[in-house]
Structure formats: C-alpha cells, structure tokens
C-alpha cells in the first residue's frame, strides 16, 4: 500500500520532508503541493520531479480523493484551519509544531478527531524518534536508575535571526523539551517558573538570553531546563536525568575522536538539521508503517500537540510574571489514552 501525500507548505522543512519520502524512506508518495506563494509550490515540483497536482489552496487540496494524508509544513498560524478541515474529511495528517498556536485551537483538533472516532493525526516532535532519547526512555522504565527525581537539560542553538524574540526561546525552542521530557519519565507538568541570569552580549535587545526554566511535575520531579541561543560553539542538546539509584544521560551525538596538536578532541555540530535527520526520517517512516499496519498513525497525538501549547502557555506567562505559574491540564480523553500505554 502506498500512502498519497498532499503537502500544504512547500518552505524549508516542507521540502525536506518532500524529499524524504520521495528520496529515501518506503511507502509513500507526493501527488499534491500546494503554498501562499504558488511559485513556491511549482519550484519544489520541478526541483523533485514530483508527478503531483498543484492545488491554489489547501481546501481544494484537501478535497482532492487521491488524498490520504496531509502534510501540514506551513506557517504555524495557518495549521489549525487546514488540520481542522483535513480531519473533518477523514483524511490523515502529518503536522509539523506547532499543532496550533493556541490550547483553545488544539482542542478544536482534539474534538474534531474524537468525532471521526479513530486517531488521525501525529504531531511533528521529532525528538522522539531520536535513539539516544528512544534509549534513555527504555533505561528509565526499565527502573536501571530507580524512579526519576530531576532532570538537567540543555538547549543550545549557536546563533538566532533578529526577529527571534523572548518568547521564541519556549515556542520555537523550548518546545522540543517540553514535548519530549514528560514523554521521556511518563508524567505531567505542574508548574513553571522561569529565572533569567545575566544578559549575554551576544543578544541583541529584544531578546533575553539565556533562560532558565524550572517546571515541576504532578509526580514531584524537578526539572531544570537551559534554553541558550547564542551560545556560539554549536548546536548542543544535553540531558541528563538523576535517579534513586544512578544517572542516565543522552548519548553525545557520534563524532570521531581526534588526537592532534597535543589535543584530544571530538566535534560538536552547529546546525539542528544535521543533529536529528535520522530521528526525522524515522518518524515520517514511522507514520506511514503504523498506519499501514493498524490504521493509525502510533506517534506523538493530538493530544501531544495540546499539552504542548498549554505548557508554551504557561512558561510565556511565567517569562512576564517571574512567578511559578500553573501548567493546568484538562483531563486526558480516554480516546488518547492508549498511546501511553503504546510508547511505555
Ligand atoms: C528551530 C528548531 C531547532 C531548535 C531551534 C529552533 O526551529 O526547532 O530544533 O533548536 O531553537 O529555532
């Protein structure tokens, strides 16, 4: 079975994924392409020697029955209308984050799945897929460090545009942690309380960098989380959780070790493209095999995708109020329940 792709998006990471599932990964196909900017949409065509329709928008895009899954790669405001409209018609989605922009928009996603009685959507958190994440997770259930009690993690990025402001650090950047820290020890956020240390010179003024996140759990765990975007030595993610009984951190990314000029020394990349192609490969491939195998996608859910937005929420207000804000969950469906059990 080969599942149709219609692709609402042809920026960046639309193109990467267009590229990924014409290119290198098995069971899928792009037959239609559609963006705001349609010289957009017909470069990516000929540049991919795509035998797909180009469509004005996504609703006609939507429309179109040779259709299974869209794949949602536009500007983030925009997800919520096209997610909405492609579920109501039964098809799948693929949505890159965010799912929507606001907790109200992806509760309106949450709702229209729940009314076409089966899961539709997977939300585009990579990290997920990642082995070094995928194999802390199993250390962690497998109790090798007794129960969890804090996490130290790192987000650094080498450099940042001028239009990346504050609250990019937690909507662009944090995000990812958010995502994938509550997935990785299986619990729920409480509350957040953001610290910002001194200013460094690299920043310029509309932007507080570093930031300091601290975000408790229902199940009392700490977590303290670096966002740091101008660090200027590379791209570098860095996790590590304290146990009862042991320490487990994510695996550096594999480089070669190096001895040279009374050095020993090994890499540090600088670009996040290159740190989680394979985790994204995987995932896209992941999608399709599930639903080839159950008729479900089995990744991050729409429910995913509404925590993320109500913990970005949260962590936005604590940037301005300096206070521990809560993080207040509405109580997970049954409906999206069995996706815990699915990545224990
Ligand atoms: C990017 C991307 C990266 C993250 C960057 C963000 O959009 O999501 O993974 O490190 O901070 O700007």
């Known amino acids: 079975m080969i599942l149709r792709f219609g692709v609402v998006g042809t920026g960046a990471i639309g ?22 900017n349609q010289d957009s949409a017909k470069q990516t065509v000929e540049t991919y020697q795509l035998d797909a329709v180009i469509y004005p928008d996504d609703k006609a895009l939507i429309a179109d029955e040779n259709v299974d899954v869209v794949l949602v790669t536009s500007w983030g405001p925009a997800h919520e209308e096209t997610v909405v409209a492609a579920v109501e018609a039964g098809k799948y989605v693929f949505c890159e984050k965010p799912l929507a922009t606001t907790a109200a ?17 997977q939300v585009g958190f990579m990290r997920r ?14 109790n090798e460090i007794g129960e969890p009690l804090m996490i130290h993690a790192a987000h650094r990025n080498p450099t940042v545009g001028e239009n990346y402001v ?12 958010i995502d994938v820290l509550h997935w990785l020890v299986n619990d729920d956020y409480k509350t957040v309380q953001v610290t ?36 200027k030595y590379g791209y570098d993610i860095q996790c590590e959780v304290v146990g009862e009984d042991g320490i487990a951190k994510l695996p550096e990314f594999p480089s070669v070790v190096m001895r040279k000029s009374e050095q020993l020394s090994t890499n540090i990349l600088n670009d996040w493209k290159y740190r989680f192609m394979d985790a994204y490969n995987v995932e896209i491939q992941d999608f399709i095999d599930s639903i080839a195998k159950s008729g479900e996608p089995e990744g991050p859910t729409s429910w995913d995708g509404y925590i993320a937005a109500v913990t970005s929420d949260a962590c936005v207000k604590a940037q301005q109020t300096g206070e521990k804000e809560p993080i207040s ?3 997970r469906p049954a409906f999206y329940s069995e996706h815990i059990l699915q990545n224990n």
């Open 329 to 331: 969950l509405q109580e």
């Open 129 to 142: 897929y990642d082995t070094g994440y995928a194999q802390l997770k199993q250390v962690i259930a497998n």
């Open 105 to 121: 928009g992806c509760m309106r996603i949450v709702e229209a799945e729940m009314k076409q009685g089966k899961k539709l959507v």
């Open 166 to 177: 504050t609250e990019t650090a937690v909507q662009d950047t944090l995000i990812h942690e």
């Open 15 to 36: 193109r990467e994924h267009i590229n990924r599932i014409t290119n290198k990964l098995s069971g899928g196909k792009i037959v239609a392409v559609t963006d705001v």
């Open 196 to 231: 910002f240390p001194r200013k460094t010179k690299n920043a310029h003024g509309k932007l507080q960098d570093p930031q300091l996140f601290t975000i408790e759990t229902i199940g009392g765990i700490v977590m303290n989380v670096e966002v740091f975007v101008n660090c």
